[in-house]
């Protein structure tokens, strides 16, 4: 089985917890977008639910597959919520961002009351910070001021960027506006600590550490699925 089946048997296992009358926060990243698929054929069939989006290629998604979208406005309490992640330590704290969406998914994922994160296994870590850079994302006023106290704790960080159709490379604006540095690590022993340290250097929005945030894990792998809660 490829890591694309992985992600897909992942995901769609994952729908199986969604009943009628649910919020369900919908995540972003190439894993979820399988169990954005899912959800819509079920409401297509009748599944009543609304849900709430981490991020603007999410709500695109979840439009053309004609799932019911609100707020957080409107709606602040979130019954389930399933998202992605870039890695998975053995106690179930996450890295996440790699697709850009982690403000949005921590607000999201503050307000559920059951997460479930969707990945194969290729994610799965002794040690968060050892397979996958950890995104922070940034103002971009005073952006390189805000890096070398970044760099304080993280060591080393790059910014990233997005190519233009012409093929230059300009800075990644994320959907809040802003800039996202990628901290390069040789792990995180104490990611709890870390998460604290850096929101709190001014210039910072969030960090892609999700510390006891996941309720479970649920990996696809090339014998089928399984768990880690």
Not at 199 to 225: L, W
Request: charged fraction near 20%; charge should be negative; glycine fraction near 10%.
């Amino acid at each position: 089985m490829n890591t694309e089946n992985q992600k897909k048997i992942a995901a769609e296992k994952a729908t199986e917890s969604v009943q009628s009358g649910m919020v369900v926060g919908l995540g972003t990243g190439s894993t979820v977008y399988y169990a954005l698929l899912k959800l819509g054929a079920m409401v297509r069939a009748g599944l009543d639910i609304v849900g709430v989006p981490t991020s603007a290629g999410t709500e695109k998604i979840a439009t053309a597959q004609q799932i019911p979208l609100v707020t957080l406005a409107t709606h602040p309490s979130i019954d389930l919520t399933i998202d992605g992640a870039d890695e998975v330590d053995a106690h179930l704290n996450l890295i996440k961002g790699g697709g850009a969406a982690l403000v949005r998914e921590k607000i999201i994922a503050n307000a559920s009351e059951k997460i479930l994160i969707v990945v194969d296994e290729s994610k799965i870590s002794r040690v968060l910070g050892t397979t996958f850079p950890l995104p922070v994302e940034i103002v971009q006023f005073g952006w390189e001021a805000t890096q070398t106290e970044v760099n304080r704790i993280c060591g080393k960080s790059t910014l990233r960027v997005a190519s233009t159709q012409d093929g230059r490379q300009n800075p990644l604006i994320t959907d809040n506006g802003n800039y996202i540095l990628d901290c390069h690590l040789d792990g995180i022993p104490a990611p709890q600590e870390i998460e604290l340290q850096l929101n709190n250097i001014p210039g910072v929005v969030e960090n892609g550490i999700f510390v006891n945030r996941a309720d479970k894990i649920i990996i696809g792998t090339p014998s089928g699925i399984r768990y880690m809660e």
